[in-house]
């Protein structure tokens, strides 16, 4: 997430001692944000990671109009970091639960496909930098990304509940 919002930030920003503390703003807010993620997720995790996930969306998002302001990117940043950094720790749970016979393959492969993503993202958003969007490609292509997995969570949310309902058929 910070490497979408990095070419933006000190481009937009007219101060540059503002950079550095945004970021600090935004690591304080992954800190929360990991820490009411894995608190929710214990009872609700397909509800926290979905929310999570559509939070992440709809804050970069609203970073593309105020990333010039520097209050506004204070308040999203922090914001982003809450909600952002609560989906990786929620959906290496969720694959763990799934992965019945072999957790630690699970945990490694969701580790893994985060890490992919981010590789990918940012081969990506470097890319869109030298498009017309300019230091919003980035986020521009981590909004698409975010998108395309949000949309991919509704069926994680019926495979788990039909899961859930075949279970109980079977008691």
Request: net charge positive.
């Amino acid at each position: 997430m910070t490497t979408s919002t990095t070419p933006a930030v000190p481009t937009r920003q007219r101060l540059p001692f503002v950079v550095p503390l945004i970021f600090v703003v935004f690591g304080l807010g992954a800190i929360i944000g990991t820490n009411l993620a894995g608190r929710y997720a214990d009872k609700r995790p397909v509800t926290t990671f979905i929310t999570a996930t559509a939070g992440t969306v709809v804050l970069m998002g609203l970073l593309v109009p105020f990333s010039a302001n520097a209050y506004a990117m204070f308040v999203l940043m922090f914001l982003l970091g809450i909600a952002g950094m609560g989906i990786p720790p929620v959906g290496t749970g969720l694959a763990v639960r799934c992965a019945h016979g072999a957790p630690t393959l699970a945990a490694a492969v969701s580790v893994s496909a985060f890490n992919g993503g981010t590789a990918i993202g940012t081969w990506f958003g470097a890319s869109a930098l030298e498009s017309t969007l300019g230091v919003l490609g980035p986020l521009t292509i981590a909004i698409i990304m975010g998108v395309l997995g949000l949309l991919t969570l509704p069926v994680l949310a019926q495979t788990r509940a039909t899961s859930q309902q075949d279970a109980e058929a079977s008691l």
